[in-house]
Structures are given as structure tokens and as C-alpha cells.
């Protein structure tokens, strides 16, 4: 039997993505669906999609203070951009100090940080899923108001940096992404 979707996770085992680091992160559009304009003379001209999509990357700083951004692109069919991760200290509650709080005081403060998920709601923690839900969500709702057609590949592409050496090679690869547009496994005319 074909295995239609896959299970793994291609992340790294143990490590958690809202740590300080920087993460090298790609987001496609679905069936790779040139949505944010056109590459002419080895350079992005975005369109109106694609205008929103980069105004609302530039957005994730603000509204998330401890992220930071740096190289990025939009491409007619996908983004690629650096992520980094900078907290000075966790800011939620962890419950594995809260041995001595009884079930009732856990659960009533499980109810007002992420209803009945608690803490594990994704969107209390700190971390790239959050900021890439949050962009996703935004890019789509600002989007829909031009093109209803409008959608994302159901998820994205983190990969840790884990050296200077690489975080310089990834930064040249999305500064160069438009000069080789044509030879990119997402190209279409």
C-alpha cells in the first residue's frame, strides 16, 4: 500500500523550537501557485499578494518581540527567511513547578492560559509555530480580500542553524533566490 502522507517528523528529535536560535524557515503556497508575482530580469516583482506577504513578515518583530528577522524573500510560489529566537527568560508557567498546587488551582489556571489544552496550547508558547500560524493566518485574511483563491501548503519548513558558516550560506542562498529562479524545483512559468 502507497503511502500517501507522511507521519515522521523531519525535525530534530528534543529540541525545542521556541529555544534561542536561528531557524532558516521555507513556506510554500498549495500546489506551489505563483500567488506573489513574477521574477523579470532576475528580480521579484511582487504583486499585490505578494506586497502583503512581505509588509506582514516585516510585521513579525513587532508583534512578536522576541523574534528577529533577516534575510528573507518572497518568491512567486514561496518564502524563504531567517528566524532567529531571542528571550531573555521563559515567560509562562511551567507546571512542573506546580507539584504542590492541588488539581483544582492547575485546572483553573489551565482555563484562563488555553482552555481546555492548557499549557500545551501552541498558541501560548513562544515559539516558530506560533509566528509562522500567525503569519500564515494574517497573509491568508489580508490576501482573501483580492484573491479568495488564495492558499498556503498545509505546513512549513524549519531547519535549525547551527553554525555561523551555514547561517552565512543560507543568507546568500535566499539573497540569490531570484537570480535562480529558473533553475528552483518550484519554477513555473
Not at 70 to 75: A, E, G, L, N, T
Amino acid at each position: 500500500m502507497e503511502k500517501r502522507f507522511r507521519d515522521e517528523s523531519i525535525r530534530m528529535p528534543n529540541w525545542d523550537y521556541g529555544s534561542n536560535s536561528s531557524y532558516f524557515i521555507t513556506i510554500n503556497t498549495a500546489d506551489h501557485t505563483c500567488y506573489f508575482g513574477d521574477i523579470i530580469d532576475n528580480k521579484m516583482n511582487h504583486s499585490c499578494s505578494g506586497r502583503i506577504a512581505e509588509d506582514l513578515w516585516k510585521e513579525i518583530p513587532v508583534l512578536f518581540s522576541y523574534a528577529k528577522i533577516d534575510s528573507f524573500v518572497i518568491m512567486p510560489n514561496h518564502i524563504h527567511g531567517i528566524i532567529t529566537i531571542d528571550k531573555p527568560s521563559k515567560s509562562f508557567i511551567d507546571f512542573k513547578t506546580l507539584s504542590l498546587i492541588s488539581a483544582l488551582q492547575i485546572d483553573k489556571i489551565s482555563a484562563q492560559h488555553g482552555g481546555i489544552t492548557g499549557m500545551k496550547n501552541p498558541m501560548l508558547n513562544d515559539n516558530i509555530s506560533r509566528i509562522i500560524r500567525w503569519f500564515k493566518g494574517r497573509c491568508s485574511f489580508e490576501i482573501h480580500k483580492i484573491d479568495k483563491n488564495f492558499q498556503w501548503q498545509s505546513r512549513f519548513h524549519d531547519r535549525l542553524i547551527r553554525t555561523p558558516e551555514s547561517y552565512g550560506r543560507i543568507s546568500r542562498y535566499i539573497e540569490n533566490n531570484p537570480a535562480n529562479w529558473k533553475k528552483n524545483k518550484w519554477f513555473k512559468k
